[in-house]
């Protein structure tokens, strides 16, 4: 008899007496328990945080080594600072803040197409870290079609394969449909055609089409039977109860079993919360005082059902003096029966858990169900093995744990049934708690704290509350666990490009850094001084920087998928971005580039006197030869997996018309007047082009052949 905050009044008029406002009501403790979850930061951000204070410990280093060997080499200061401040840049990827968001945003766009919407940015690469999903099971492992398939009473289990044989045959049967009918918030409307709609909570909607389907005229029968209160669901109770009454003389379906005038109460929901209250039980027409002897049978029924796989609901009665709502219409009840609703599993999300399984994902079961129904749809799909007897642990049994129980209980339990969802919330702080990196599902109201706790919280955008999705980092527009599994994937590939530019950016920064550092040494063995000290000018640095971190390494952005990706654990998310090899990769590419600019520069040094101009001769060389060494390793850096001749030159078309479009920059910046004497360049004959180039291929050729030894090494490692 309470109306909470927030809820919309659809038609009538009402006098109410207020009782709680602001923060005290239902909503604002629910909005309390969400502020009560502090933000985390995504593994990305941790990541990236630690790389950004690494690189600029770095560029300070280096521009104050820069400035202390200028002045030996009598640079002036105004040279000096502006080569320094040029080094620090070099070191910093300038791109990465674009990049990150590039390719977060196109990762998003990518799990839309999948039915995944993403409300927060930072999310998606989360996904690729996710260790553990924690799924409901209606609608989102199951198909969310309820079929009424079995009724169990008067001792007898009947099989409603054909409803239209109910009401002669099995008139307990008839009952039981009817008080389904009547304690029943869904609606049905059937055509002149025939055709039947449904609007409503599933499980309802589908005691309405069994009722329709055994010859009951639902819309007749409440005309005639109206609704006089009720006691609507909650997921404590787990049983929702509505009263009726006086019983007309023409008494409709299966109440004619009951006798005329009668006010009457019916109760359905789950059977061991309904039969703690049952006092009598329908036998053969008539009630008869429940024995503990019927008491074992209904609950072994109960048990044999749900092993099954079907989600059983007790039908219950009771004759009451009123027609007020009040407590005691839930008490001294009759069972009319047990009613076995199956709710197929999806399909695709046996493939989407074997995924999870290969691509080492804990996936948990957490439903309102009951525990041997949620674990025998866990072992068709997969969640559980054949052999596997751990025993589900359920919402009762999670409230008289404390913190040490329960993380031992999700170490070792896939599946959690009966659970409400304050449950969800401590299950979520316990496996964080582990280290987990936790994506939970939820569509309720009460799941908007356990969303918000979980590293990704998941809501469903078909059957979700606004709270829900509000509190949510993904909604799922199709409610379906394999776009889960989808936005993991996408995750992954996220990381993976990140990685990638970060990889390629400061190789390439390494090699800068190098040919700034060592260029005078190099001088100091040429010449035996230190004069022509300055390897690069800034503005060909910042150039550089333009055209490698930023237009190349924009493109990486949108490198598809590997073939493995949901074949690998998932990233440790305390790992750094330099493990795997990453960071070894990333330092001899960039000496590579380093030593490859030096020895060319070496090579034409002095150069400059006989082609004229005041730019010197071997800046135009060590500027080109960088340039085209980094387009080569852009296209090196596609994939760690597959050699080149076997990727899809159509699977990144933006990075090979950025690849073509920085070649042709290059050429223009060479051989163009007012651009060359802008960045202090002088043009560069056919053969030493042809040579920069060639070393831009040796570069590749290296990558391919170090990626051929290490998947030569994981073929060996597997066998």
């Known amino acids: 008899n309470l109306g909470f905050s927030g809820t919309q009044v659809t038609f009538g008029r009402g006098l109410g007496v207020v009782v709680a406002t602001g923060m005290a009501t239902e909503i604002g403790q629910i909005a309390e328990l969400i502020q009560s979850v502090e933000p985390a930061a995504t593994p990305l951000q941790l990541r990236l945080d630690r790389v950004g204070k690494q690189l600029a410990a770095g560029g300070v280093i280096v521009a104050l080594i820069l400035v202390v060997i200028g002045r030996l080499g009598g640079e002036s200061w105004g040279d000096l600072v502006l080569t320094a401040i040029s080094a620090a840049v070099a070191v910093i990827p300038e791109g990465l803040p674009a990049v990150v968001t590039l390719t977060l945003a196109i990762g998003s766009q990518r799990m839309l197409k999948r039915h995944a919407l993403v409300r927060r940015l930072p999310a998606v690469e989360t996904l690729g870290s996710v260790t553990v999903i924690c799924s409901d099971k209606t609608g989102t492992l199951t198909q969310n079609r309820m079929t009424v398939t079995v009724f169990e009473g008067s001792g007898q289990r009947h099989i409603l394969d054909d409803l239209d044989a109910i009401p002669d045959q099995h008139p307990t049967a008839l ?3 009817t008080a389904g009918a009547l304690c029943n918030d869904a609606d ?3 055509t002149e055609d025939g055709d039947v709609t449904t609007i409503g909570d599933p499980t309802e909607t589908a005691l309405l089409i069994a009722a329709h389907k055994a010859g009951i005229d639902v819309a007749s029968l409440r005309i005639h039977t109206p609704r006089a209160g009720e ?4 997921s404590e109770r787990k049983r929702m109860s509505t009263v009726h009454g006086p019983l007309p003389s023409e008494r ?5 079993l009951i006798e005329e005038g009668a006010t009457v109460a019916f109760v359905k929901g789950a059977i061991d919360g309904l039969l703690p209250l049952t006092t009598h039980v329908w036998l053969h027409g008539k009630a008869e005082p429940i024995t503990p002897e019927e008491r074992d049978r209904i609950n072994a029924a109960n048990d044999n059902l749900a092993a099954d796989g079907v989600r059983v609901l007790g039908v ?11 407590d005691e219409i839930e008490d001294r009840l009759t069972l009319i029966g047990l009613l076995g609703i199956i709710d197929p599993p999806r399909p695709e999300a046996r493939t989407a858990i074997a995924t999870c399984n290969d691509a080492g994902i804990r996936v948990l079961m957490i439903t309102g169900d009951h525990p041997l129904t949620a674990r025998a749809i866990a072992r068709e799909l997969g969640i559980v093995g054949a052999d596997d007897h751990t025993p589900s642990v359920t919402g009762r049994e999670i409230e008289v744990m404390d913190d040490d129980q329960l993380m031992l209980a999700v170490k070792t339990t896939s599946v959690f049934a009966r659970v409400s969802p304050e449950h969800k919330l401590r299950i979520v702080r316990a496996l964080r708690a582990q280290g987990e990196v936790v994506a939970m599902t939820g569509d309720g109201v009460n799941d908007a704290p356990a969303l918000r706790q979980a590293d990704i919280g998941v809501a469903m955008g078909i059957t979700g509350t606004d709270v829900s999705k509000e509190a949510a980092d993904i909604v799922l527009r199709d409610d379906n666990f394999a776009t889960i599994v989808s936005s993991v994937e996408e995750g992954r590939v996220i990381y993976d490009n990140l990685r990638r530019f970060v990889n390629y950016s400061l190789g390439g920064n390494i090699g800068k850094v190098l040919v700034l550092l060592l260029w005078p040494l190099v001088m100091l063995i040429i010449t035996g001084a230190t004069k022509d ?4 000018m800034p503005l060909q640095l910042l150039w550089l920087n333009l055209m490698t971190d930023g237009l190349l390494g924009l493109a990486m952005g949108t490198e598809q998928a590997e073939p493995d990706v949901m074949m690998r654990k998932p990233v440790d998310p305390g790992s750094s971005i330099w493990s795997d090899g990453w960071g070894t990769r990333t330092i001899w590419v960039g000496v590579a580039i380093g030593v490859g600019a030096l020895l060319l520069g070496a090579g034409y040094h002095g150069v400059g006197t006989t082609r004229g101009g005041d ?8 500027f080109t030869a960088i340039a085209f060494m980094q387009i080569f390793q852009a296209i090196g850096n596609r994939s760690t997996r597959l050699p080149l001749h076997r990727l899809d030159w159509k699977g990144n078309p933006t990075l090979l018309l950025a690849a073509g479009f920085v070649f042709l920059a290059q050429i223009a910046v060479l051989y163009t007047p007012f651009l060359r004497d802008a960045f202090h360049l002088q043009p560069l004959s056919a053969l030493t082009l042809l040579l920069c180039i060639g070393v831009g291929v040796l570069l590749l050729v290296a990558i391919e052949t170090v990626e051929w030894r290490q998947r030569v090494h994981r073929e060996a490692v597997k066998v």
């Open 175 to 177: 009952l039981a449909l």
């Open 533 to 536: 000290a300055i390897a690069l």
């Open 615 to 622: 730019a010197p001769y071997f800046q135009s060389v060590i």
């Open 231 to 234: 006691r609507p669901f909650d």
């Open 252 to 256: 409709r379906a299966g109440l004619a």
């Open 188 to 190: 049905i409307q059937v």
């Open 316 to 326: 219950a009665y009771r004759v009451i003096d009123t027609d007020g709502i009040h």
